[in-house]
């Protein structure tokens, strides 16, 4: 089975500075997804990044940027720049691949999430 | 617009009564996905269906049922056998299951 793990309930920063949030995932898979999805106060559920594990290369999305360490089955989500728009519940997520079968497949696995929160 | 729609935002039930939260996406997904979250939770999945007239249960099934007779519509039950059915409750839906999933907005049920 699979399990994600968010080691940080609340973090806070800075507006303008830059914050790392944690995630560690467990799984014999050897190719899967893994996101980053923000919850803000309005509860929507808005996916930030995606990577793919087969890709090398790190995702990006603007201020959005993940270090992905995929022996260490470790996926953290660096945030740069922090607005105060960013304040929010941040959610990894895993799913495996298509070929998974079983139980797993289709099943996207969430960790517990961190709130961020960025001070003016 | 292309998106997801759920409805109510917010429902009230009374213990033993059974309630239906809906779910409409005009995106062209086959996959479509239930969940629910607790305060300070992560999300656990109760439904999912790959495709019309086809459902799997998820991690947190019982006392819940699910119809899939539209690609459109997913439907969710809340039946009187949940016995702690108060939390948010999200839909979801992706192109195929393993898919990047798109979120509504959520309805919050609240048994009273």
């Known amino acids: 089975a699979q399990t994600v793990t968010q080691s940080q309930p609340e973090m806070s920063v800075q507006e303008a500075e830059t914050v790392t949030l944690s995630c560690t995932y467990d799984?014999?898979?050897?190719?899967?997804?893994l996101f980053w999805y923000k919850q803000p106060p309005s509860r929507q559920m808005i996916l930030v990044i995606r990577?793919?594990?087969?890709?090398?290369q790190n995702a990006t999305e603007n201020r959005f940027s993940v270090n992905f360490q995929k022996a260490a089955k470790s996926f953290s989500l660096k945030i740069s720049d922090s607005q105060l728009g960013d304040t929010a519940m941040y959610f990894c997520?895993?799913?495996?691949?298509?070929?998974?079968?079983?139980?797993?497949?289709?099943?996207?696995?969430f960790g517990q999430g961190t709130i961020l929160t960025v001070h003016p | 617009d292309g998106g997801i729609t759920q409805s109510p935002k917010y429902l009230f039930r009374k213990e033993g009564q059974n309630v239906t939260l809906s779910c409409e996406q005009n995106?062209?997904?086959?996959?479509m996905y239930w969940y629910r979250q607790d305060p300070g939770q992560g999300l656990r999945l109760i439904y999912y269906?790959?495709?019309?007239?086809?459902?799997q249960k998820g991690d947190i099934a019982e006392g819940y049922s699910v119809s899939r007779e539209k690609k459109e519509s997913f439907p969710l039950t809340v039946t009187s056998a949940q016995k702690n059915p108060t939390a948010f409750y999200l839909c979801?839906?992706?192109?195929?299951?393993?898919?990047?999933?798109?979120f509504g907005p959520g309805t919050r049920l609240t048994v009273l």
């Open positions: 269906s790959q495709i019309v007239n086809d459902f």
């Open positions: 995106l062209n997904h086959d996959a």
């Open positions: 997520a895993f799913i495996p691949p298509l070929n998974a079968g079983g139980t797993s497949y289709g099943k996207l696995t």
């Open positions: 799984t014999s898979e050897s190719n899967y997804y």
């Open positions: 990577q793919e594990a087969y890709k090398q």
């Open positions: 979801a839906s992706s192109i195929g299951l393993a898919g990047e999933q798109f």
